[in-house]
């Protein structure tokens, strides 16, 4: 393990990370904070897309169940943060499991267009019952994670790296290969003895599991709850793309690609509009000549594993 090349990157990354607040304000602390709970929302979704070889186009789905389903509990009864944290978190799980049932049993495009279809359904249902969810307003949130930026840094980093190392072993386990060889071809792994569909259904369930968490997570970071922040559409082609950029099938990738999206975006503000074009069109080149993302092509510069 010592001499793995995944090892070799990211040991001296974390280091960094947490010699970080000693150097740079606030700002930058905050916005980091963010791309480190996204980091754990791509990781989620490329465990499902890069090892099942599901296409989930409504990460966000899953999320906003967490969120809302933390954020009621502390909101109306007043729950205490990690009871609310758990609560979401199983709570996505159980919707996640609801969907996926039926929807692994259709082939092609079709449970794309269920995930989809589902995070359009949570919104209109977060929008239809305002006087209880804010609408899109939000609801605010009586409790936050804490107030001071460097506590709430080392909270989401501490739980990304949790989250990547234990969504990493899944993947590198007996069940990610089983994963991976259904995600290829799902009638030859059934041929031998396989059972696809349990394994592309925990896979599902695990994937929901930390994306509720992190949705969970976040809201309290933030100390509101709205559609806009955890249920938007723009917020699950995000994650997408930074599990893209970072690179499939890598799972810690998606870590990188989500901290360069945010900080792409964040850099290149000051251009309005147009620096939604030029991250995207950065975007474009790297998918179009480096498939395997920044952490796929920083692996292959030292050899595969």
């Known amino acids: 393990m010592l001499r793995s090349r995944t090892f070799q990157v990211v040991v001296p990354a974390l280091l960094v990370l947490i010699l970080l607040p000693l150097g740079v304000n606030g700002y930058i602390l905050g916005l980091l904070t963010l791309a480190y709970y996204y980091a754990v929302f791509a990781m989620s979704w490329d465990l499902l897309f890069g090892f099942a070889g599901e296409v989930n186009f409504g990460p966000s789905f899953l999320i906003g169940i967490g969120a809302y389903t933390a954020a009621l509990l502390n909101h109306y009864w007043s729950w205490p943060i990690p009871p609310c944290l758990v609560a979401g978190a199983f709570a996505a799980v159980v919707a ?52 001071d930026a460097s506590t709430n840094y080392y909270y989401a980093l501490a739980f990304m790296t949790v989250s990547g190392a234990i969504l990493y072993g899944l993947a590198q386990s007996p069940v990610g290969l089983i994963l991976q060889a259904s995600g290829q071809d799902a009638i030859e792994a059934a041929a031998l003895g396989f059972n696809v569909a349990k394994h592309k259904l925990a896979a599902f369930c695990m994937s929901a599991f930390f994306s509720g968490l992190a949705g969970a997570m976040l809201i309290f970071y933030l100390g509101t709850a709205s559609v806009g922040t955890v249920v938007d559409i723009g917020v699950g082609v995000n994650v997408i793309i930074a599990a893209v950029l970072g690179g499939r099938r890598t799972i810690l990738g998606a870590a990188v690609g989500s901290i360069f999206l945010i900080g792409a975006g964040e850099i290149l503000r000051p251009l309005g509009q147009l620096s939604t074009f030029v991250v995207s069109a950065i975007a474009l080149v790297v998918i179009l000549f480096f498939p395997g993302g920044f952490m796929g092509r920083l692996l292959q510069s030292g050899g595969r594993e």
């Open 96 to 147: 996640g499991a609801v969907l996926a049932i039926p929807a692994l049993r259709l082939t092609g495009p079709y449970f794309g267009l269920i995930t989809l279809v589902a995070v359009l359904l949570l919104q209109n249902v977060l929008v239809l019952f305002a006087g209880i969810t804010g609408g899109e307003i939000g609801l605010d949130l009586p409790d936050v994670l804490s107030i």
